[in-house]
């Protein structure tokens, strides 16, 4: 499986951009990036995926490097509604599982 | 939109009774992946399926089995219960083995506190 590695932490304030960094360095040629986040006592959610190319919705961008071997999510404008816990998982090709590294918990101050 | 829905929302058992969790997946979505998240914890996954036949498997206690059944849905069953297997469980699903080209949609999981 690829490993992932993200900062236990990070900070920012409400209204300013957030970036997002994740190490995969060992993913796979066809494994697609994955980013969810958790609230307190929520269920994860889909926050944006992607294979190569750069990709943006209406939560996020992510930003994934030329080697694939690291990708950065992107909160263009956080609010304190993105406080949560952001995991970076790249799913097993072969039968899509999905397993859980440490995340980073973000805080968004007022 | 429909969710991925998970019953019961909160669960209440003694030691060593069994609990049996249920977990409806997104129309069309024929894959089914069990997490066990415990206090402080980021999320362990359990098991899969697709397609009704088992796809993997984590760290699920022998005491633990699941099923996918002919309408996708899945239960997870969790006979002789330890205090430690208080945690939330959440289900997830999405739509066949597509190496993770489609996201994954979670239900909002269900409570056990054993006691």
Known sequence: ?110 | AAGVIQSPRHLIKEKRETATLKCYPIPRHDTVYWYQQGPGQDPQFLISFYEKMQSDKGSIPDRFSAQQFSDYHSELNMSSLELGDSALYFCASSLGLSGGAYGYTFGSGTRLTVV
């Open chain 1, 1 to 110: 499986d690829a490993k992932t590695t993200q900062p236990n932490s990070m900070e920012s304030n409400e209204e300013e951009p957030v970036h997002l960094p994740c190490n995969h360095s060992t993913i796979s040629g066809t494994d697609y990036i994955h980013w969810y986040r958790q609230l307190p006592s929520q269920g994860p959610e889909y926050v944006i995926h992607g294979l190569t190319s750069n990709v943006n919705n209406r939560m996020a961008s992510l930003a994934i490097a030329e080697d694939r071997k690291s990708s950065t999510l992107i909160l263009h404008r956080a609010t304190l509604r993105d406080a949560a816990v952001y995991y970076c998982i790249p799913p097993k090709y072969n039968n899509n599982d999905m397993r859980f590294g440490a995340g980073t918990r973000l805080t968004v101050k007022p």
